[in-house]
């Protein structure tokens, strides 16, 4: 096991935090991808060089999302339940230390989780300013999408469940004025994908219809800004289920969820590429160090962590190793910054 609960008073103080926003409507998947990335960690396979440290707040958090998730697939029909959405702005904090050395300085990853309804109130309100301070201040955005509303019937219902006209309002603005010394990663995160991976062709199909879903974001708003790496990194929530089509109410024809089956009557939960998201920041965030190594420029989002990594090495090390375990190849895609994620 990678994954350490301490009570807060006896955490390991980090020395930096590098936060992560989360973007994205109530109920597409913000909080699932945290949970199942806290579930990684707690695996028996899983093996890093380093320990990752959790408060028992955060741990409750996300744990009640991963049991939810975990309840969903012992029905042989997970029909249309979805988890409750966030109701409330929380931070999650996940604590890096060098294994072994729980002693040395340690890094904080801030994974902001914030109500999808934040998103979608009147730009002037105090809750969506609050929303959009936490991207412009974030190194780095993770933009969950509900896979099955973005490929099932040609994507009828992407507009109406991931909402990506707020999400590129969001990001326009938030981006708006970024200087060019200052790098970001923007992370698209397809959730509830296991039925669309099955082939070749359909991983390549995902990669197209994310960049049509998200074509004015992709092409108009972060192609011009070339401070910017974009990356599709997919995770398979639960891993055994596939979706038979969308469940529509006989009387309204409204969506009331989806037709979801096990792929076997016994399968448990067993979610894939969880980890990805998280190589992919840690990449992001190395090649920071190595940049202001290079060329003594960095960006605010990143100073601090810079600073703890080269009085770290076994930590930077540790951190490189982990994040060279990348997928490149369909469903997985960097769309833009291949510089930016050099080591």
Request: glycine letters at 6%.
């Given at each position: ?5 301490a ?5 390991p103080?980090?020395?930096?935090k ?7 409507p109530?109920?597409?998947g913000?909080?699932?991808i945290?949970?199942v ?29 991963e ?11 997970a029909?249309?339940r ?5 109701e ?17 300085d340690?890094l ?13 109130k ?13 991207v412009?201040?974030s190194?780095?955005?993770i933009?969950?999408i509900?896979?099955l ?9 992407h ?5 990506p ?17 200052e790098?970001?990663l ?10 669309y ?21 992709i ?16 995770i ?8 038979g ?21 016994d399968?448990?939960?067993e979610?894939?590429?969880e ?8 990449r992001?965030?190395?090649?920071q ?10 960006g ?10 080269k009085?770290n ?6 951190l ?8 490149k ?11 930016l994620l050099?080591?």
């Amino acid at each position: 096991m990678e994954l350490e609960i301490a009570d807060k008073e006896k955490l390991p103080k980090p020395k930096v935090k590098l936060s992560v926003a989360s973007l994205g409507p109530s109920g597409v998947g913000k909080t699932s991808i945290l949970a199942v990335i806290n579930k990684y960690f707690q695996s028996d396979f899983t093996r890093t060089d380093f320990k990752v440290i959790i408060d028992q707040e955060s741990f409750a958090t996300i744990k009640e999302h991963e049991e939810g998730l975990e309840d969903l697939v012992k029905d042989f029909d997970a029909v249309s339940r979805g988890l409750p959405s966030t109701e409330d702005a929380k931070n999650i904090n996940f604590i890096l230390v060098r294994d072994k050395w729980r002693s040395r300085d340690a890094l904080g990853l801030e994974f902001l989780d914030i109500s999808g309804g934040w998103l979608q109130k009147d730009s002037s309100s105090k809750y969506y300013q609050k929303y959009l301070d936490q991207v412009v201040n974030s190194g780095a955005v993770i933009i969950p999408i509900d896979t099955l509303a973005l490929m099932e019937e040609d994507g009828k219902y992407h507009q109406q469940l991931n909402d990506p006209e707020s999400v590129t309002k969001m990001i326009a603005r938030a981006y708006d004025n970024l200087p060019k010394d200052e790098e970001r990663l923007v992370l698209f995160i397809p959730v509830k994908c296991e039925t669309y991976v099955k082939t070749e062709r359909n991983m390549e199909r995902l990669v197209k219809e994310v960049h049509k879903g998200y074509a004015k974001l992709i092409y108009d708003v972060l192609r011009p800004k070339t401070n910017v790496a974009v990356v599709i990194t997919p995770i398979q929530t639960v891993g055994c289920v596939v979706c038979g089509g969308p469940d529509i109410d006989i009387e309204t024809r409204e969506l009331k969820g989806w037709l979801l089956n096990k792929t076997r009557f016994d399968a448990p939960m067993e979610s894939q590429w969880e980890d990805q998201p998280l190589r992919y920041i840690m990449r992001f965030l190395i090649h920071q160090y190595i940049k202001q190594q290079r060329t003594g420029l960095f960006g605010q989002a990143f100073y601090s962590c810079n600073d703890l990594l080269k009085a770290n090495n076994d930590l930077y090390e540790a951190l490189r190793r982990f994040s060279q375990g990348r997928i490149k190849t369909p469903p997985f895609e960097i769309i833009q910054g291949h510089d930016l994620l050099k080591i």
